[in-house]
Nanobody, 118 residues
Framework: QVQLVESGGGLVQAGGSLRLSCAAS????????MGWYRQAPGKERELVAS???????GYADSVKGRFTISRDNAKNTLYLQMNSLKPEDTAMYYC????????????WGQGTQVTVSS
């Protein structure tokens, strides 16, 4: 069974940085695309960034140029480097694993809270 455990969230001032991590177990990490999603109170969950098994990345327009997704297959870990944070980035951030390089999420982490103060 796939387990995804996020860490690295917290409270930061606007303009600051955070790095989120997602430790994966229970699957062959390297063959699956991975993604970071976020959900703010009263809003739908949205895709923030994704990375394929081969390392190709994609970003939501709202975070392009500020966030960087990466993966370390040797450590079975996914990262999200978040720079120039804005109050509107405040949300619960979730790690997700896709079925191979498809668009279908097969597993979710429990989430880590990111709060950006103005």
């Amino acid at each position: 069974q796939v387990q995804l455990v996020e860490s690295g969230g917290g409270l930061v001032q606007a303009g600051g940085s955070l790095r989120l991590s997602c430790a994966a177990s229970g699957s062959i990490f390297s063959i699956h695309a991975m993604g970071w999603y976020r959900q703010a109170p009263g809003k739908e969950r949205e895709l923030v960034a994704s990375i394929s098994s081969g390392g190709s990345t994609g970003y939501a327009d709202s975070v392009k140029g500020r966030f960087t997704i990466s993966r370390d297959n040797a450590k079975n870990t996914l990262y999200l480097q978040m720079n120039s944070l804005k109050p509107e980035d405040t949300a619960m951030y979730y790690c997700a694993q896709y079925i191979m390089d498809s668009d279908y999420v097969v597993s979710w982490g429990q989430g880590t809270q990111v709060t950006v103060s103005s």
